[in-house]
């Protein structure tokens, strides 16, 4: 009985001690073809190079077109997603009626659980045609601002919804002490509730862009291949993700440099999701402390 | 006459909680509500500052006369009756700003933007306050920085700075300890020259020592209303004469 | 004695009363500002449901009819006319399976260590933030980890095993932090109620603990499996098909998904194709919003029954 109970209790443990492993092992990889990446490629050239080209005859090995393509549309996800997503939260937390929001915050959070291919897809046919009728003859059939706009739309309710978590926790005695002055709603909200929430604000809105970096089909499907350091969204691009695919779904030997250099592009990814990742850690550690 | 109440019921739902109550409350007095909890007495409080209003069960019936005025008419601008009605709360509750901001909060929602009118208010709401010692040092400060007395001090600072006739006070002195408690106290009585005071409390020293009137409530009716020392020493109703001897509540 | 006091039913005057809290500019300003930016807000909020729906009836009203049982059962055809969703779905379905049978046991097992056993030692620190950490890395990453260890050092291929074994390393944390949950809402007192009977603790939790957040850990897997199904990279990174001519019959075939099939669709320019795309994205949706109904339907019950 005893020696059962020890023998359990070790394999819980090894079961939760795996997850460990994943990271080990995510680490491991990245960094081992990562770098014999770098014994072909300096990390200045890396890192400074304005041309990516690894497929191409002449090859270059710069990341920032990659990286501009992945900020620019995260970007305009941003600028979709965070004043659309802020007043929605703000609306279902102070204005809504109770029915209202009980209905609305989930059939909002379907768009989290919609996949992102179908998002891919709603772009691609939809959203860039309308955005070509919008600006005729200055969309590209792949550009950046469709995907960025969808984007929006998908990461949408992690903003609404995590915002309004944080406007919910404020405790209900500041805002009774707001109206108690004479203050409206809407004074209330800017002048204490917004302040007061902020860094659980900040939590949602990290954790919308870290997501919007890692994002992979929306990208994959309607910006393009061509990485290009440009701010203009009406041209093709090519984000880091979108990279990793085009590689893999190619057929590129395995030790070839072309193989390496997805894992030296996704080894980026990782390091900024991860610090993204742990910059809302720490925000979200600083909100739990504030009203205790 | 300042305040009038004129058979004021009060329902959330179906259950009643105010059965009609009817007082005069006069000008530049403190008046304590007294009972045991439940009994009604916060949601009078509330009725003033129409803060039931919040509430989206809650009804109102009766008539409240301020200044002559009924606040419960459809003309009247609910955020306009809370700029004359501060209330302070059970518990200090400042904003997450500094301790001058707090006290400015009433006056930038007002659409104030004179710098210096600003901090003249500042200064005289802390000042009216007892507070201005402790904090003139650190205004830029945290409000979260200062002890839960402070804390409530500063709230009621912030409540006088836009100037309010009335001032309602929901158990201010619950949250503190001995010393605070006293200070309030104080606080409240030197007040009164200058607003009506209301102030519901659990606590029947407290009444005795800072209100002039004192109104006690039982089960949403309002058993007895006089002159606290004669309420104190001197009950008219059975039940009041219990709660003041401490035989329930 | 009841003791009342006088209540005069005075009829309440509303009349010509001095009005000292009547309307002032300012604070009309103020209110105009607040209902405009309520009635603003209202349609952000509308915006937001708006797409939605644009959403679905874009690709309803574009793939339905290219939906029929010919569509389901047929293979992949070069000819858009022909082709269907056969080897896609099945392949799905060997997917969910696989995932489900690895991810599950190691999940809930994890999530029983750190909730019932770790104590708040550095090691269990150091584990609960690594599974934040694992949340939130990329799809894409889960697809270089099963590339270079599933695929090519295990030797697995672009197999329904390799795909799943990185599938289930991508939804470990979400099931592991729902389970977490789960057992949490179980109350203390119900344990020491077991072990006052003499119960071990592994009988405790097995007996008492786990069948009480059974609601809750279902609800978490299906999720988890619902977001697994819809994923699309890592799956192609570690080399999975989009085009495959039969449907899988061992762990150990190549294999295509559902979304990978829409992928490969939409990326064509043919018009034809995009409405293969959208019949499909039709059956994708209704698995995933089936199985959240389900998880959103197990988790109101179970709030509703057991309440502690």
């Given at each position: 009985m005893r020696k059962g109970e020890k023998f359990i209790e070790a394999f819980l443990f090894g079961c939760s001690a795996l997850t460990l492993l994943t990271t080990v092992g995510i680490i491991l990889v990245l960094s081992f073809e990562t770098i014999g990446f770098f014994k072909d490629v300096s990390l200045i050239e890396f890192l400074t190079d304005t041309q990516w080209t690894p497929l191409f005859s002449n090859k270059r090995f710069g990341i920032m077109p990659l990286l501009a393509g992945t900020f620019l549309v995260t970007a305009i996800s941003l600028v979709v997603a965070v004043p659309l997503g802020l007043v929605i939260a703000v609306y279902l937390s102070e204005y809504a009626p109770g029915w209202f929001r009980e209905i609305v915050k989930p059939v909002l959070e379907i768009l989290a659980a919609i996949p992102t291919v179908v998002y891919g897809y709603f772009a691609l046919v939809y959203v860039t045609p309308w955005l070509q009728e919008l600006f005729p003859d200055q969309v590209g059939g792949f550009n950046a601002l469709s995907p960025g706009i969808v984007m929006g739309i998908m990461i949408l309710p992690l903003i609404s919804s995590l915002s309004e978590d944080a406007l919910y926790a404020v405790p209900k005695s500041l805002k009774e002490a707001s109206f108690a002055m004479g203050a409206t709603k809407l004074q209330t909200v800017r002048q204490v509730l917004i302040p007061a929430a902020f860094s659980g604000i900040s939590v949602s809105i990290v954790l919308a862009l870290s997501r919007a970096i890692g994002e992979t089909m929306i990208v994959a499907i309607a910006a393009g291949q061509q990485p290009r350091l440009t701010a203009n969204p009406l041209v093709p691009i090519e984000t880091a993700t979108t990279y990793i695919v085009q590689v893999t779904m190619g057929d590129v030997p395995y030790d070839s440099l072309e193989y390496k250099t997805i894992f030296a592009v996704g080894m980026t990814l990782f390091v900024i999701t991860l610090v993204l990742n742990n910059v809302s850690f720490w925000l979200k550690k600083r909100y739990t402390q504030a009203y205790r | 006459m300042k305040i009038e109440a004129n058979n004021v019921r009060v329902s959330y739902g179906s259950e009643q909680v105010l059965k009609g109550i009817t007082m005069s409350i006069k000008k530049n007095t403190v008046t304590a509500f007294i009972g045991p909890s439940g009994c009604g007495k916060s949601t009078f409080l509330r009725c003033f500052n129409r803060m039931n209003d919040l509430i989206e069960t809650c009804k109102v019936e009766g008539q409240i006369m301020i200044d002559e005025s009924d606040i419960y008419h459809p003309k009247v601008n609910i955020n306009e009756l809370r700029k004359s009605v501060g209330m302070v709360f059970q518990k200090p509750n400042p904003f997450p700003k500094s301790i001058f901001e707090n006290v400015a909060y009433g006056l930038r929602i007002n659409g104030v933007t004179n710098k210096k009118y600003i901090e003249e208010k500042v200064e005289w709401a802390i000042k009216q306050a007892a507070l201005w010692e402790e904090v003139k040092d650190k205004l830029k400060k945290s409000a979260f920085a200062l002890s839960g007395g402070q804390q409530q001090r500063l709230c009621i600072a912030r409540a006088l700075a836009v100037e309010p006739s009335i001032l309602l006070m929901d158990e201010p002195a619950s949250a503190l300890d001995p010393i605070s408690t006293t200070k309030i106290e104080e606080l409240i009585y030197n007040l009164k020259a200058s607003y009506t005071i209301i102030i519901v409390t659990h606590n029947m020293q407290q009444a005795t020592r800072t209100s002039d009137k004192t109104a006690f409530f039982y089960m949403g009716d309002l058993i007895e209303y006089d002159d606290t020392r004669t309420l104190f020493t001197n009950p008219k109703k059975q039940k009041t004469q219990n709660y003041i001897t401490g035989r329930f509540g | 004695m009841e003791e009342t006091l006088e209540k005069p039913e005075k009829p309440v005057s509303r009349k010509k009363p001095k009005m000292t809290f009547e309307s002032k500019g300012r604070t009309v300003y103020y209110q105009l500002q607040d209902k405009i930016f309520k009635y603003f807000a209202l349609a952000a909020t509308s915006l937001g449901l708006i797409v939605l729906v644009l959403l679905l009836y874009s690709v309803f009203s574009s793939g339905f009819d290219r939906l029929d049982w010919d569509f389901i059962t047929s293979l992949p055809s070069k000819r858009a006319a022909k082709a269907g969703i056969y080897t896609a779905w099945t392949g799905t379905l060997w997917i969910m399976f696989l995932t489900t049978i690895i991810a599950f046991p190691i999940g809930v097992s994890a999530g029983i260590y750190l909730e019932e056993y770790s104590s708040r030692s550095r090691m269990s620190n150091l584990i609960e933030i690594n599974i934040a950490n694992l949340a939130g890395v990329p799809s894409i990453i889960y697809g270089l980890l099963g590339l270079e260890v599933f695929a090519r050092f295990l030797n697995l291929g672009a197999s329904v095993l390799t795909g799943s074994l990185t599938l289930a390393l991508l939804i470990l944390p979400i099931i592991i932090v729902s389970t977490r949950e789960a057992i949490k809402t179980v109350p203390y007192t119900l344990r020491e109620a077991s072990f006052a009977l003499g119960a071990s603790k592994w009988q405790t939790i097995w007996n008492q603990v786990l069948p009480a957040s059974v609601p809750g850990i279902i609800t978490g897997v299906i999720l988890a499996i619902s977001r697994a199904i819809g994923e699309t990279a890592p799956l192609i990174v570690i080399?999975?098909?989009?085009?495959?001519p039969f449907a899988p019959t061992s762990p150990m075939d190549e294999f295509t998904v559902m979304p990978i099939q829409i992928f490969n669709w939409v990326s064509r320019p043919q018009k034809a194709f995009a409405e293969n795309a959208a019949a499909a994205i039709i059956v994708l949706l209704s698995i995933t919003f089936v199985m959240n109904a389900i998880a959103v339907y197990l988790r109101h019950r179970s709030q509703k029954k057991v309440k502690w």
């Open positions: - | - | 080399g999975a098909l989009t085009y495959v």
